[in-house]
């Protein structure tokens, strides 16, 4: 294989890294904290059990200690509420507070406004080009990471 294309999609890889963390700077919490609060979101409007910090480290595919961290940052921030387990107070059940409701809307909103932007230079087309590319990519990628393990 051409090692010229592998490292030019490295490159491109790293490039689009470094724009999505651009991207993510812009909002007022971080990637892997939206994608935690959307799940806490869904759990509640779906009436589901309660959601455990185990189930996000799963969900998110982040370790204990990240996810750990998060959790006490948006708990700070007042985002969500951390509730012991009388049961069993290993399990602390994680709620989604109202101001983390507002979180989670606003960094949608914001997200989707700058996405409309970035759609509109790039080319419509093009990004859907990009979606059905960047899908099949991501899906060899996980099929060799499963192989592995």
């Known amino acids: 294989m051409n090692t010229s294309l592998i490292d030019r999609l490295s490159e491109a890889l790293l490039r689009m890294r470094r724009a999505s963390a651009q991207l993510a700077g812009q909002l007022?919490?971080?990637?892997?904290?939206f994608r935690a609060l959307t799940s806490l979101r869904r759990n509640r409007e779906g009436g589901e059990a309660n959601v455990f910090?185990?189930?996000?480290v799963?969900?998110?595919?982040?370790?204990?200690?990240?996810?750990?961290q998060m959790l006490k940052g948006l708990e700070q921030r007042g985002y969500i509420r951390r509730d012991f387990n009388p049961a069993n107070r290993r399990k602390i059940a994680l709620t989604l507070t109202e101001p983390g409701e507002r979180a989670v809307l606003d960094?949608?909103?914001r997200f989707q406004a700058m996405m409309r932007d970035v759609i509109a230079e790039f080319g419509e087309e093009h990004a859907e080009?990009?979606?059905?590319?960047?899908?099949r990519f991501a899906e060899v990628i996980n099929r060799q990471l499963d192989q592995e393990e």
């Open 53 to 56: 910090a185990h189930d996000l």
């Open 28 to 33: 007022d919490v971080s990637i892997l904290e």
């Open 107 to 109: 960094t949608q909103l």
């Open 129 to 135: 080009q990009m979606v059905a590319l960047v899908g």
């Open 58 to 68: 799963t969900d998110l595919r982040a370790s204990k200690a990240a996810v750990s």
